[in-house]
């Protein structure tokens, strides 16, 4: 019967000291994840909506067995990590296997083999080889990206090669031992040595030694291999790289199912009249979930190498943010705080003005493998920079007086905000209220649409393809203040929650049944922000609607617009709000158009650089984020090798300013349009 003996050839004291170690390193390996997790727990609790508890432990099984998270995004990187990590796992349940028939069922029950026997033991010999050969395979790979394939993300610390080289010794010692013992028993073997494929190959080369040479060979490696997989697990939770093998798991079950991009609501009055702390000022404020992010991070650079400030040149990188709340977290007491007193993070390991450079474009967040969570931090540091300190851009301040003072952050006259609207004869909320009207669509037209005169273009287009198309809809015209988004991605929390109440006072006067926006950091706002006010509506992007009209045989596009056109993606329309497809199904609709897709397009398209307040911070004019855009549209464009006009076609009136900007900086004839202007110049002339 095909079998073997477990542990053979070590000898009973050899047993003893085995059990000794692996207590020994059992007893490590709790102690160092019980510190990581005493740490987490430190954090300020958070509370998860109870609906989003289902299929929790479902959903974390198919994305970390599947490695979905890092194989979509990266196919080379998440090959190599899927032959790893499943290498591992079936090692580690092999192990289990031997360590349950030895101690189990042989040494406590007295049967010489329960499971390792006949056509069982040879399965098993045959997945674990294949499987361990795997694992090898997906740490040469590892190596070589690293520090042969030079992927420029990927860091080269002396430590960095530790754990990948460790496992590989562990893994080839692994096989030795195995050749070595099918080598010296393969008179008696009792089975073909080819179901142990690899052991195999490593037998036939110690084929010509002797008994005894190979039973001392196998006893040599067999301790060096044991040594070293249990140094391996002992000094797993004391290497932060390597702890994500533990934690990525845990921080993609408790990942906040609710909707991405979202900020919780403050009580700012409340803070301040209790004299309480607001946003991230020491690691004291972070909760449990950002600490239990700052341990899973695996240091891959995903998100740094998607940063749209990181790729424009800004010192800003979102793996260091972690990584500096990491080194911060476990050093427990920085040097530069006075003793006895919370280091401030700022002070620490981040610095004030890379916290100033994120587009809250969210694509680090995307783009994480383990779901970390960067933006909110910076989001929440820049809050108590703004509300507790009084410390933001300069710029930042007109912008923010506007808002108070005349709810735009242009701080123009609320008189002036229907100038946009002059002979379209556009029906105003309240005049219909007086008559006793309801409209279908409350059409909030934004500060940028109302003030900006390129901008004005996109509400005057909506406006005709409102018409053409019968819509039933009215504008709040002077009475239409901001959302209050710049002053919430700015930090400043006060301002927004006085600007999201009032507005949601005013909507509450009116009767209509959907919010139609054309900016979608409005949408956003209505959408994700207002809930926590109290304002629940229905609310519908210009792209959703105009595709509805259109397949709804509504609108008639018969006027052919000949050009090449790419399409970029609004971060808040796109990765904030997972709309992709309408705007493309327009486009696929214009008589005309050519369209071709930027390398960056849908989830991991390059932000413009105007979200979070950036569109009115001053940059340096060798690091804007809008010309690395222009740029990739512009590479896009010329690969079709076409003669025809170029556009670049934008759904946000925040993009459509930003990519102008880039435009203007370089000698193209290329032209940015609102996909709204085009389906107006597209409409038979009897609708337009």
């Known amino acids: 019967m095909a079998t073997r003996e477990i542990l053979w050839n070590i000898s009973g004291a050899g047993e003893v000291v085995l059990y000794v170690l692996a207590a020994i390193t059992l007893g490590v390996l709790g102690w160092g994840i019980y510190k990581h997790a005493r740490r987490v727990l430190n954090g300020q609790p958070v509370t998860f909506p109870t609906p989003a508890q289902a299929g929790r432990l479902g959903r974390t099984l198919v994305t970390v067995l599947s490695n979905r998270t890092v194989v979509n995004r990266h196919?080379?990187?998440?090959?190599?990590?899927?032959?790893?990590?499943?290498?591992?796992?079936?090692?580690?349940?092999?192990?289990?296997?031997?360590?349950?028939?030895?101690?189990?069922?042989?040494?406590?029950?007295?049967?010489?083999?329960?499971?390792?026997?006949?056509?069982?033991?040879?399965?098993?010999?045959?997945?674990?080889?294949?499987?361990?050969?795997?694992?090898?395979?997906?740490?040469?790979?590892?190596?070589?990206?690293?520090?042969?394939?030079?992927?420029?993300?990927?860091?080269?610390?002396?430590?960095?090669?530790?754990?990948?080289?460790?496992?590989?010794?562990?893994?080839?010692?692994?096989?030795?031992?195995?050749?070595?013992?099918?080598?010296?028993?393969?008179?008696?073997l009792g089975y073909a040595p080819g179901w142990s494929p690899v052991g195999a190959l490593f037998s036939t080369m110690a084929s010509g030694a002797s008994p005894d040479s190979l039973k001392v060979a196998h006893v040599i490696f067999w301790w060096v291999h044991v040594l070293l997989a249990l140094g391996a697990i002992a000094i797993l939770p004391f290497v932060p790289k390597a702890m994500h093998l533990?934690?990525?798991?845990?921080?993609?079950?408790?990942?906040?199912?609710?909707?991405?991009?979202?900020?919780?609501?403050?009580?700012?009055?409340?803070?301040?009249?209790?004299?309480?702390?607001?946003?991230?000022?020491?690691?004291?404020?972070?909760?449990r979930k950002d600490l239990l992010d700052v341990t899973s991070c695996t240091e891959c650079g995903r998100c740094e190498m998607n940063c749209p400030a990181n790729i424009s040149g800004k010192s800003l990188s979102p793996r260091e943010i972690v990584l500096g709340l990491r080194r911060q977290l476990n050093t427990e007491q920085p040097i530069t705080a006075p003793p006895g007193e919370p280091c401030r993070i700022l002070d620490a390991e981040i610095s004030a003005e890379v916290i100033q450079y994120c587009t809250t474009c969210m694509a680090c967040v995307e783009s994480c493998p383990v779901l970390i969570d960067p933006l909110s931090k910076i989001l929440e540091i820049r809050r108590n920079e703004a509300m507790i300190h009084d410390r933001f851009p300069d710029t930042y301040a007109d912008v923010l007086m506007g808002l108070e003072k005349r709810g735009n952050p242009w701080n123009e006259h609320p008189t002036a905000r229907m100038e946009w609207a002059k002979g379209l004869d556009v029906p105003i909320m309240a005049d219909l209220a007086e008559e006793g009207k309801?409209?279908?669509?409350?059409?909030?037209?934004?500060?940028?649409?109302?003030?900006?005169?390129?901008?004005?273009?996109?509400?005057?287009?909506?406006?005709?393809?409102?018409?053409?198309?019968?819509?039933?809809?009215?504008v709040l015209g002077e009475e239409e203040r901001c959302t209050g988004d710049p002053a919430r991605r700015m930090g400043q929390e006060y301002l927004f929650s006085?600007?999201?109440?009032?507005?949601?006072?005013?909507?509450?006067?009116?009767?209509?049944?959907?919010?139609?926006?054309?900016?979608?950091?409005?949408?956003?706002?209505?959408?994700?922000?207002?809930?926590?006010?109290?304002?629940?509506?229905?609310?519908?992007?210009?792209?959703?609607?105009?595709?509805?009209?259109?397949?709804?045989?509504?609108?008639?596009?018969?006027?052919?617009?000949?050009?090449?056109?790419?399409?970029?993606?609004?971060?808040?329309?796109?990765?904030h709000n997972r709309i992709f497809d309408a705007p493309r199904g327009i486009l696929a609709k214009i008589p005309g158009i050519q369209t071709v897709e930027m390398e960056r397009n849908r989830e991991m398209a390059m932000c413009c650089g105007g979200g979070g307040g950036l569109s009115w911070f001053e940059e340096d004019t060798d690091k804007r984020v809008n010309d690395r855009r222009v740029e990739q549209a512009s590479q896009a464009i010329s690969l079709t090798g076409t003669d025809k006009s170029s556009l670049i076609v934008t759904s946000c009136p925040f993009c459509l300013t930003m990519i102008e900007d880039g435009l203007a900086a370089r000698e193209t004839t290329m032209e940015n349009r609102d996909i709204a202007e085009l389906v107006a110049e597209a409409m038979e002339e009897t609708g337009a």
Request: glycine residues 8%; aromatic residues 12%; negative net charge.
């Open 75 to 188: 196919k080379l990187g998440g090959g190599m990590h899927l032959l790893i990590m499943w290498g591992f796992i079936v090692l580690i349940i092999g192990t289990t296997i031997v360590a349950v028939e030895y101690d189990l069922f042989h040494k406590i029950m007295g049967m010489d083999h329960f499971m390792m026997q006949g056509w069982f033991y040879l399965g098993f010999e045959l997945v674990t080889d294949l499987f361990g050969l795997l694992l090898v395979v997906g740490l040469v790979v590892a190596i070589l990206r690293r520090y042969v394939l030079d992927r420029p993300q990927l860091k080269r610390q002396p430590v960095d090669w530790i754990l990948p080289v460790l496992l590989l010794v562990i893994g080839v010692t692994g096989f030795m031992v195995e050749g070595f013992r099918l080598s010296a028993n393969a008179a008696d």
């Open 246 to 287: 533990v934690a990525a798991g845990v921080n993609i079950f408790f990942q906040d199912l609710r909707p991405q991009g979202r900020l919780a609501k403050l009580d700012v009055e409340g803070a301040f009249e209790r004299d309480e702390n607001l946003g991230y000022e020491t690691l004291a404020d972070l909760s």
């Open 498 to 575: 006085v600007q999201a109440e009032s507005n949601v006072e005013l909507l509450g006067e009116y009767d209509f049944d959907h919010i139609l926006t054309i900016c979608p950091h409005c949408y956003n706002s209505f959408a994700k922000d207002y809930p926590d006010f109290g304002g629940e509506y229905s609310v519908i992007h210009h792209t959703e609607l105009i595709e509805i009209l259109i397949n709804e045989g509504r609108l008639s596009l018969t006027q052919s617009v000949d050009a090449v056109a790419t399409f970029h993606d609004s971060c808040y329309l796109g990765r």
């Open 438 to 474: 309801r409209v279908d669509y409350l059409f909030w037209v934004g500060c940028s649409a109302a003030y900006d005169p390129r901008n004005t273009k996109i509400a005057q287009s909506m406006v005709k393809i409102l018409q053409a198309a019968g819509i039933s809809y009215a």
